[in-house]
C-alpha cells in the first residue's frame, strides 16, 4: 500500500485527498470529513495543522490528481473565469496570478468575488 493522504483547507472548511497508488489501478478520493476515510487506512490521516489550499492549488489538485473539480467545487464554488480578455474562457488562477497587486489575488481588477451559493 502506498498512500499519500492530503489534510487541505481554505481557511474555512477542511478536507482530505487520499492518494492510493498502492493499487492497480491507482485510486483517489476527496472527503470533507476525516470520519468519512475507510476506517483502515484513516490513521493515516494527517493530524497536524491542515495546508492552506488557494483555488488554482485546488484546480490542479482536483484536475491532475482527482480527474474530477471536487477540491476546487469544495473549497470555492462557483470560482469565476478570469475577466481579462486573453484568459476570459479561462478559470482564475488566483494565487498564481502574475497580474495581481502586491501577490494578493483578492486585489486583482480581473477577479471578481465568486457568488456564495453552490
Given at each position: 500500500?502506498?498512500?499519500n493522504?492530503?489534510y487541505?483547507t481554505?481557511g474555512e472548511?477542511e478536507?482530505?485527498?487520499?492518494?492510493?497508488?498502492?493499487?492497480?489501478?491507482?485510486?483517489?478520493?476527496?472527503?470533507a470529513?476525516?470520519?468519512?476515510?475507510?476506517?483502515?487506512?484513516?490513521?493515516?490521516?494527517?493530524?497536524?495543522?491542515?495546508?492552506?489550499?488557494?483555488?488554482?492549488?485546488?484546480?490542479?489538485?482536483?484536475?491532475?490528481?482527482?480527474?474530477?473539480?471536487?477540491?476546487?467545487?469544495?473549497?470555492?464554488?462557483?470560482?469565476?473565469?478570469?475577466?481579462?480578455?486573453?484568459?476570459?474562457?479561462?478559470?482564475c488562477?488566483?494565487?498564481?496570478?502574475?497580474?495581481?497587486p502586491?501577490?494578493?489575488?483578492?486585489?486583482?481588477e480581473?477577479?471578481?468575488?465568486?457568488?456564495?451559493?453552490?
Amino acid at each position: 500500500m502506498s498512500l499519500n493522504i492530503r489534510y487541505l483547507t481554505n481557511g474555512e472548511k477542511e478536507a482530505f485527498v487520499v492518494f492510493n497508488t498502492g493499487v492497480s489501478p491507482a485510486t483517489t478520493e476527496f472527503f470533507a470529513r476525516r470520519e468519512d476515510i475507510d476506517k483502515s487506512i484513516r490513521h493515516y490521516a494527517p493530524k497536524d495543522e491542515p495546508k492552506f489550499c488557494g483555488p488554482d492549488s485546488a484546480a490542479i489538485i482536483g484536475r491532475f490528481e482527482t480527474g474530477t473539480n471536487a477540491v476546487l467545487d469544495y473549497f470555492y464554488p462557483n470560482h469565476p473565469n478570469c475577466t481579462r480578455p486573453e484568459y476570459s474562457d479561462k478559470k482564475c488562477v488566483a494565487e498564481s496570478c502574475k497580474y495581481a497587486p502586491d501577490e494578493d489575488w483578492r486585489k486583482c481588477e480581473h477577479y471578481s468575488e465568486p457568488s456564495k451559493e453552490g
